[in-house]
């Protein structure tokens, strides 16, 4: 049986409790909504209340410390993270890669942590505009692949986001074929990296993903869902993507 597709919203650091109520709005609307796959990734400090609003949606959280614990000030390990209410962790976001000097390790390390928490992962990569202009964006994908994937065979815990540094926040998209095109090279590395499972693991699109144009980009060759940031601060404009994915 085909896959839903798979929308998650990565709310980064916005959302206090009076933001609750938009969570609240989705998860309504998704249970009607069930040919897509939904889920919502608000800050560490609402992933408890907006887990005990869902009835349908999951939620997960931006990022993880790769210890079980200790002397961590400021960070939180995937456990206490399932322990919130958690089902995935978004791990590798360019924004954690850039902000915080996250390289490929870090990232490997934090996706193993969550993996061993009983977490599912989002592994997230995605050339900088620099280097998709020099036309190496395929090769800077397949190394934050290499470098950043989760070990084993745990494919059923690894989706994977394809974000291209540029286009995130930016109100830019690559063309559907350039989307399509870079999809199928992280399919070829999956199936090599996972060769039991890695055919089945989803490839999310995401920056600058809206209503509008959330339907062509869904359509493009192995794109299995989309990780939308602004586009997912409120219900409106996340339920337009989620209904363009449930009528794919
Ligand atoms: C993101 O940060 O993961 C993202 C895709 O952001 P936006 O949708 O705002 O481009």
Not at 17 to 29: G, K, N, S, T
Request: with cysteine; proline share 3%.
């Amino acid at each position: 049986m085909a896959q839903r597709p798979y929308i998650v919203g990565n709310w980064k650091m916005h959302g206090t409790r009076a933001m609750l109520a938009e969570a609240r709005a989705i998860d309504r609307a998704a249970e009607r909504l069930i040919k897509a796959e939904v889920a919502l990734a608000p800050p560490y400090t609402l992933i408890h209340a907006t887990h005990k609003e869902a009835t349908l949606i999951a939620v997960g959280a931006q990022d993880c410390h790769p210890a079980d614990g200790g002397a961590h000030t400021g960070d939180i390990s995937a456990a206490m993270l399932k322990d919130s209410g958690a089902s995935f962790v978004i791990v590798g976001h360019s924004e954690r890669r850039a902000g915080h000097g996250e390289n490929d390790a870090a990232v490997k390390a934090k996706a193993n942590a969550a993996i061993a928490a009983g977490l599912a992962v989002i592994v997230c990569v995605g050339e900088r505009e620099a280097e998709r202009d020099a036309g190496k964006a395929e090769d800077v994908v397949a190394k934050q692949l290499k470098g950043s994937l989760p070990a084993g065979e745990v494919a059923e815990k690894v989706t994977v986001a394809y974000e291209p540094v540029w286009a995130i926040g930016t109100g830019r998209t690559p063309s559907v074929e350039d989307i399509a095109a870079m999809h199928r090279a992280i399919r070829a590395r999956l199936t090599a990296i996972y060769p039991a499972g890695g055919a089945e693991i989803r490839i999310l699109y995401g920056g600058s993903v809206k209503a509008d144009n959330a339907a062509e980009i869904l359509r493009a060759d192995e794109v299995g869902g989309a990780l939308v940031g602004g586009a997912s601060l409120t219900a409106e404009s996340f339920l337009g993507i989620i209904v363009a994915a449930a009528e794919l």
